[in-house]
């Protein structure tokens, strides 16, 4: 039973399988110590916890998740802000917080986070910013000061040899998007209340939806300083706050997520401003009458994992995008996912599909139950993934090919000479669409295969008609 009341914070820590542990990882006078009680502080304050989600870094700030009482995504090192990304665009109704150290946000994934902050991603980044690389040993980071020893600058850090300091806050306001960017400290008592108002501010800002918040803020690292707590945190105060000055570098939360006023254009502005596809459903229109509505949750359907692979210019991609649509049709829940090879024709192409009738994690598809291959290089890549119980159905012209694993079915379609001999060799997907009709393997109506294949033709309505016709011939030519 915990006695102490820990705002934010689980109960006990059982890292390393200790029970009832209460104390955290980190050194005496760590920064990271105390910004992570404001951090479960300020989320428990709010009411928050059950809708945050925490974006743990690789740095001596990794085990936030055995502290934090929310739910966590651990990123590889440096890309907090790519996954909090993902986060914040997949479930909109959450409080996404990437946390990460200097190292990680400012060397590694210093891309991933200016990039980020650059489209104003709806997540906040708290940054830990203690002069180096904490977790390795101490090596300099970006943010090393000039003239600080570290372990990878014995003799101070020479800015001819490996630069100056680098100040995100700075680099960061030269941005359009962010709502608000500060730095605060951690290094006594008065810096940490304020720092506590700056990260409940974080908080809020995702609360109301207003945008990308960063907060820098400026922490000792008595271990890899080489001193004791307290001359530690003077160290922090006194000659990080020179190269680093606290400051509200900006805030806009009071503009933020009003309706801005769109300024009139230029005449010499060529280009019209486009409205943003909203989604898969604006770039692939299906005819006016048949326009589904948003996917609908229903648990009784079950994922469905597509792959298609064949040859750059075979229409591999816009075969998946078919099925996709279809199953969009169909309010189920729908991804398309495609990976192009480096040559624009003749390269390989292939893409992922996943229909399920619940959201869907991951476009990414490892064990299809489903491989559309239309050579014999893609069956030879992707045949051993496909799932027991799963079907393959490959082109003939790949010849002679080893046996498909155990429990999966292999479909020989006859796709690239049937398009051939109608005369329309391009048509080669269309005749494996075709032959995803007759042989059900796709879960799918036939109506709404045809419907979607009718749709990715809607600017060549020409095309559309003699496709559809192609698609009923192939599938009464098709062996039984
Ligand atoms: C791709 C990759 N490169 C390097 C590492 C090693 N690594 C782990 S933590 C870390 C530095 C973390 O430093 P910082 O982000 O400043 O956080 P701190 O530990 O100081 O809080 C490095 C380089 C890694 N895990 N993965």
Request: net charge neutral.
């Amino acid at each position: 039973m915990n006695t102490i009341e820990q705002k934010g914070m689980y109960a006990e820590f059982p890292r390393c399988g200790k029970e009832h542990a209460r104390s955290t990882h980190y050194c005496a006078g760590c920064g990271h110590g105390i910004v992570n009680k404001l951090v479960a502080e300020a989320c428990a304050e709010l009411g928050l916890q059950d809708r945050t989600i925490f974006v743990d870094p690789v740095g001596c700030g990794v085990f936030t998740y055995y502290y934090w009482d929310a739910a966590h995504i651990s990123a590889a090192h440096g890309r907090a802000s790519a996954a909090a990304t993902g986060a914040a665009r997949a479930r909109p109704d959450a409080v996404t917080i990437a946390y990460q150290g200097d190292g990680d946000l400012g060397a590694i994934g210093f891309n991933n986070a200016f990039q980020a902050a650059s489209r104003g991603e709806k997540f906040g980044c708290i940054f830990i910013n203690n002069s180096l690389y904490g977790m390795t040993g101490g090596q300099m980071a970006p943010t090393t000061l000039e003239g600080e020893r570290t372990t990878t600058t014995p003799f101070g850090r020479d800015p001819e040899l490996t630069g100056h300091p680098l100040h995100v806050c700075e680099v960061f306001n030269q941005l359009k998007a962010p709502v608000y960017i500060a730095r605060v400290s951690v290094a006594d008592t008065a810096r940490i209340m304020q720092a506590k108002r700056a990260i409940r501010k974080v908080f809020e800002i995702q609360r109301d939806r207003k945008g990308y918040a960063l907060l820098e803020i400026l922490a000792p690292c008595p271990t890899n300083f080489g001193l004791d707590p307290l001359r530690a945190a003077e160290f922090c105060k006194n000659e990080m706050e020179r190269e680093f000055p606290l400051s509200v570098f900006r805030d806009r939360t009071q503009d933020a997520g009003a309706a801005a006023e769109a300024p009139e254009q230029s005449p010499l502005l060529a280009v019209k401003p486009v409205p943003r596809a909203a989604s898969c459903a604006e770039l692939f229109a299906a005819p006016a009458g048949s326009e589904a509505p948003a996917a609908e949750n229903d648990p009784s359907v079950p994922e469905r994992r597509f792959k298609f692979a064949g040859y750059g210019g075979q229409g591999i991609l816009s075969l998946g995008i078919c099925v996709a649509e279809a199953a969009r049709l169909e309010r189920r829940h729908s991804l398309w996912f495609p990976s192009y090879g480096p040559e624009q024709r003749g390269g390989s192409a292939s893409c992922s599909v996943v229909v399920s009738g619940t959201p869907i994690g991951s476009p990414a598809v490892e064990h299809p139950d489903v491989l559309v291959c239309m050579n014999r290089p893609s069956y030879e890549r992707f045949a051993g993934d496909v799932n027991p119980g799963g079907t393959i159905m490959l082109d003939e012209s790949a010849g002679d090919v080893p046996p498909p694993p155990d429990g999966v079915k292999l479909l020989r379609i006859p796709a690239i000479r049937m398009a051939e001999e109608f005369g329309v060799p391009k048509a080669a997907n269309t005749m494996m669409l075709a032959a995803l009709r007759k042989y059900k393997v796709s879960g799918l109506s036939d109506e709404s295969l045809e419907t979607a294949l009718a749709a990715s033709f809607r600017k060549k309505p020409q095309l559309a008609d003699k496709n559809r016709e192609l698609l009923r011939m192939a599938e009464d030519r098709m062996p039984d």
